[in-house]
């Protein structure tokens, strides 16, 4: 069965500190690998990674995709409360009627910045 | 531009009922999926529908059913309601079907079934 694996499943850090997420996963037709924040409701799209694009880079927030290791990590430096959130790593991939956009999630990281 | 809708906010509902939810995509956006969010997990594939037609469909019982209309909107459809029904319902638009794109969530449906 195809699943998507995250970890830590939660931390808690103070402000400033550099924190690294991970996600690894087991499809069978992997299209791309994304990063999501959930706040409160919606989730809200950070980063997707593919074959053509494996690092990401947006202010604080950066992602790799390590297409051999089957593995991504999300890393935050200099943390802010503002931070503090779920964090989902979903793999996009081919349904068996060729259907895409389906994607399986990991369970999430919460992650907790104290002033 | 307004983002993706959805209705009611929050919706109690007792065992054996049924209910339905509804989803306005982003304007321009033709693929809606579905996605169900049980506590402390991540978002389960329910549906995914492009251009009326279903293109998708997760690991849940015929009880789930869904649909899409001429104007992209989608209503889930969720019959003899079980406890563990209870969750939050998230809809996604997207513009295109096989392109590499992103999804966009809207902010979801709290369903609680008593």
């Known amino acids: 069965e195809d699943k998507v694996v995250q970890s830590p499943l939660s931390l808690v850090v103070h402000e400033g500190d550099t924190v690294t997420l991970n996600c690894s996963y087991e499809?069978?037709?992997?299209?791309?690998l994304l990063w999501y924040k959930q706040e409160k409701k919606a989730p809200t799209f950070l980063f997707m990674l593919?074959?053509?694009?494996i690092e990401k880079k947006s202010g604080r927030l950066s992602s790799i995709l390590d297409k051999k290791e089957l593995s991504s990590i999300l890393n935050i430096t200099a943390t802010q409360t503002g931070d503090s959130a779920i964090y989902l790593c979903?793999?996009?991939?081919?349904?068996?009627?060729?259907?895409?956009?389906?994607?399986?999630f990991g369970s999430g990281t919460q992650l907790t910045v104290l002033p | 531009d307004a983002g993706v809708t959805q209705s009611p906010t929050h919706l109690i509902k007792t065992r054996g009922q049924h209910v339905t939810l509804r989803c306005s995509p982003i304007?321009?956006?033709?693929?809606v999926s579905w996605y169900q969010q049980v506590l402390g997990q991540g978002p389960q594939f329910i549906f995914q529908?492009?251009?009326?037609?279903?293109?998708g469909r997760g690991n849940f019982p015929d009880r789930f059913s869904a649909r899409q209309f001429p104007n992209y909107s989608s209503e889930l459809n969720v019959n003899a309601l079980l406890l563990g029904d209870s969750a939050l319902y998230l809809c996604?638009?997207?513009?295109?079907?096989?392109?590499?794109?992103?999804?966009?969530f809207g902010p979801g449906t709290r369903l609680t079934v008593l």
């Open positions: 499809v069978t037709n992997f299209r791309s």
């Open positions: 996604a638009s997207s513009l295109l079907f096989s392109s590499p794109d992103t999804q966009y």
């Open positions: 979903a793999v996009e991939e081919l349904g068996s009627s060729g259907s895409a956009r389906q994607l399986t």
């Open positions: 529908y492009y251009e009326k037609e279903e293109r």
């Open positions: 593919t074959s053509s694009g």
């Open positions: 304007s321009g956006h033709k693929s």
